[in-house]
């Protein structure tokens, strides 16, 4: 069974920091894109940070700079650390894996709030 469970939200103040955490449990990272959605309030869900293959990584324009995305293969583990937050980074924050081989698959999300 495939899960990805998510870990790190919280409230935060503006300018602070926040490590997400994504582990994935029956698949593995090989050839995959895997990444960091988010859905803000009353919004659609938008791509934040994605690694294909384990090493091309695509960002928001609005988190260059300020978010990197990283991964542990030997443990199937996903990061985003969230430096200088702003109050517009609020919201769910989704893990997604996607193989074509096995499919598309999505955490429960863990939610950032950041306080101005």
């Known amino acids: 069974e495939v899960q990805l469970v998510e870990s790190g939200g919280g409230l935060v103040q503006a300018g602070g920091s926040l490590r997400l955490s994504c582990t994935a449990s029956g698949l593995t990272f090989d050839d995959c894109a895997i990444g960091w959605f988010r859905q803000a309030p009353g919004k659609l869900r938008d791509m934040v940070a994605v690694?294909?293959?384990?090493?091309?990584?695509n960002y928001a324009d609005s988190v260059k700079g300020r978010f990197t995305i990283s991964n542990d293969n030997a443990e199937n583990v996903l990061y985003l650390q969230m430096n200088s937050l702003k109050p517009e980074d609020t919201g769910l924050y989704y893990c997604?894996?996607?193989?074509?081989?096995?499919?598309?698959?999505w955490g429960k999300g863990t939610l950032v709030t950041v306080s101005s």
């Open positions: 997604r894996f996607s193989d074509p081989r096995v499919g598309t698959y």
């Open positions: 690694i294909t293959n384990g090493v091309i990584t």
